[in-house]
């Protein structure tokens, strides 16, 4: 069982910061995209952030310019840096990691593994 391990979140004020982690076992390998969805209370699941494997990235627009995306691809690790936070932040986040699975006499396809998600709280 793949377990992505989030770490990070907990409760804020408004204005301030949180950096989350999400690190795949090193058993993952060909990573193409890792990113941060998030869900709050009685809301369907939205796209926070995506870094793609050159490094480019996709910004939700209600976090543009206050979230912050990156990657260590030697450590299989994501990282979302969340300033300025506003109580419409609050909810679970979740990474996600999707991959190329290649095996012998097979097409290569795609396989996304999910976090358990880190609840992130910010108080007005």
């Known amino acids: 069982q793949v377990q992505l391990v989030e770490s990070g979140g907990g409760l804020v004020q408004a204005g301030g910061s949180l950096r989350l982690s999400c690190q795949a076992p090193?058993?993952?390998?060909?990573?193409?995209?890792m990113g941060w969805y998030r869900q709050a209370p009685k809301k369907a699941r939205e796209l926070v952030a995506i870094?793609?494997?050159?490094?480019?990235?996709t910004y939700g627009d209600s976090v543009k310019g206050r979230f912050t995306i990156s990657r260590d691809n030697a450590k299989n690790t994501v990282y979302l840096q969340m300033n300025s936070l506003k109580p419409e932040d609050t909810g679970v986040y979740y990474c996600?990691?999707?991959?190329?699975?290649?095996?012998?006499?097979?097409?290569?396809?795609?396989?996304?593994?999910w976090g358990q998600g880190t609840q992130v709280t910010v108080s007005s």
């Open positions: 996600d990691v999707l991959h190329l699975v290649v095996l012998p006499k097979t097409e290569p396809y795609e396989y996304k593994y």
């Open positions: 090193g058993t993952i390998f060909n990573i193409k995209v």
């Open positions: 870094i793609r494997d050159n490094g480019s990235t």
